[in-house]
C-alpha cells in the first residue's frame, strides 16, 4: 500500500487510501470507491479546495455534507454507496493521524443528510426459470460433435441445478473445488460472504448431475497430475483450457446462464434470467415447501439479516391469493372464466 508523504495534499492522501481499499476488497468495490472519491474531489473544487493543493489536515468535516448535497442527483442506494466511501476516507485520515478528524460528527452529518434508499421486493420469473430448468436437466442427451461440447453440456446441467438447489452466489459455486462435496452427507462447506463459513446442502438431483458430469471428466481429471480434490468442481472445456483442468469464471457462470436462458427461451429472454435469479428461486421454493418458515429461509439462504429474506415473503404466499378469490368470487383464480 502507498505510504503518503510526511505532509499530503488531500488528492495524495486519496491516493494512499484508495490503494488500501483496492488491497482489501473486490474490484467493484474499489471502483465503487474510486468513482466515490473522484465526486469528492469535484465537491471540493467547487468549494475551492483543490485536492492537489490543499493539505489532507485542512480538510473540513462539513465537507462531507457538501457531497451529500451533492450527490442528490443519484440514486439514493449509489448516494448512501459514496458517502460510505467517504466516510471511509475521514476513517483512514483519523487512524493514520493525518488529520483531526470529529468521527462521530462525521458521521452525524451523514445521518441527517443521506436518503435512505427505497427497499425493492425482488422479481424473478419463476416460471421461466423452471422452463430453464426443465431444459438443462436434458442437456446430456443432446448429441453432440466432441468430448467438449458433451462436456460443457453435463457442466451447465449440473451448474444450473447446483444454482437453484442450493441457493448458492455465481462466485461460490464457481469457486467451488471437487473436494468440498461431501458427497455422504450431500452438502459443502464453503467460504461465503464475509468470509464467513457455511454448510450448503445439495439436492439428490444436483448431485446426480455432478456426477455424471465428473464421471465424464474422469480421464481428463486423472491425467492433469493434480489430487482430485483440489480439481475445480466446475470446469472450462474450451480451446484455450485444453487439457488443463481450470475453474470457470463468475463471467463463464454468466455466459452459462445466458446461453441455456437463450436455447430454452429464446433470444427476447436473455437479461431476464440471471444468475442471482436461481437464488430468489430457491429462496422461494424454501418458503413455499416449508409453509413460509422464514427462519428456515434464513438459514438456508444464509442472509444475516431475517428482514432480507422478509422480501420474500410475499412471493410464496399463494395461500393469501386462494383464499380471496374463495371468499369473493366463490372459486380460486385458475377456475374463473
Not at 8 to 35: F, K
Not at 84 to 102: D, K, V
Not at 151 to 180: K, M, P, S, Y
Not at 298 to 315: G, P
Request: hydrophobic residues 40%.
Amino acid at each position: 500500500m502507498t505510504t503518503p508523504p510526511p505532509h499530503p495534499s488531500i488528492a495524495q492522501a486519496m491516493a494512499a487510501y484508495l490503494d488500501g481499499v483496492m488491497l482489501a476488497r473486490s474490484a467493484n468495490t474499489a471502483r465503487t470507491y474510486r468513482n466515490a472519491l473522484q465526486a469528492f474531489a469535484h465537491t471540493l473544487q467547487a468549494h475551492d479546495l483543490p485536492p492537489e493543493k490543499t493539505p489532507v489536515a485542512d480538510l473540513p468535516e462539513d465537507a462531507i455534507a457538501w457531497l451529500a448535497a451533492d450527490l442528490k442527483t443519484l440514486a439514493p442506494a449509489t448516494e448512501r454507496l459514496y458517502l460510505t466511501a467517504a466516510a471511509g476516507f475521514y476513517e483512514y485520515l483519523a487512524a493514520e493521524q493525518l488529520a483531526s478528524i470529529n468521527l462521530p460528527r462525521v458521521r452525524l452529518l451523514i445521518r441527517q443528510r443521506a436518503r435512505r434508499a427505497g427497499v425493492r421486493l425482488p422479481q424473478f420469473p419463476r416460471e421461466a426459470i423452471e422452463q430453464v430448468l426443465a431444459y438443462a436437466a436434458h442437456l446430456h442427451e443432446q448429441p453432440t460433435e466432441h468430448d467438449a461440447e458433451r462436456l460443457r453440456n453435463l457442466r451447465d446441467r449440473a451448474f444450473l441445478l447446483t444454482l437453484a438447489d442450493t441457493g448458492l452466489r455465481v462466485h461460490e459455486a464457481c469457486a467451488l473445488r471437487r473436494g468440498d462435496i461431501d458427497w455422504h452427507e450431500s452438502r459443502a462447506v464453503i467460504i461465503g460472504k464475509g468470509d464467513k463459513q457455511a454448510v450448503v446442502r445439495f439436492s439428490r438431483r444436483a448431485l446426480a448431475a455432478l456426477q455424471d458430469y465428473l464421471q465424464a471428466r474422469n480421464t481428463l481429471d486423472g491425467a492433469s497430475g493434480r489430487p482430485l480434490r483440489a480439481l475445480p468442481l466446475f470446469a472450462r472445456h474450451d480451446k484455450a483450457a485444453g487439457k488443463k483442468v481450470l475453474p470457470i469464471s463468475t463471467a463463464t457462470g454468466r455466459n452459462i446462464v445466458a446461453q441455456r436462458v437463450r436455447e430454452a427461451l429464446g433470444p427476447e429472454a436473455v437479461g431476464t434470467i440471471t444468475p442471482h435469479s436461481f437464488r430468489h428461486y430457491f429462496v422461494t421454493t424454501v418458503l413455499i415447501g416449508s409453509g413460509g418458515n422464514l427462519k428456515l429461509a434464513q438459514e438456508l439462504a444464509r442472509h444475516s439479516n431475517i428482514a432480507v429474506t422478509q422480501r420474500y415473503a410475499h412471493l410464496s404466499d399463494d395461500e393469501l391469493d386462494r383464499g380471496y378469490y374463495r371468499i369473493f368470487e366463490g372459486q380460486p383464480p385458475d377456475e374463473q372464466d
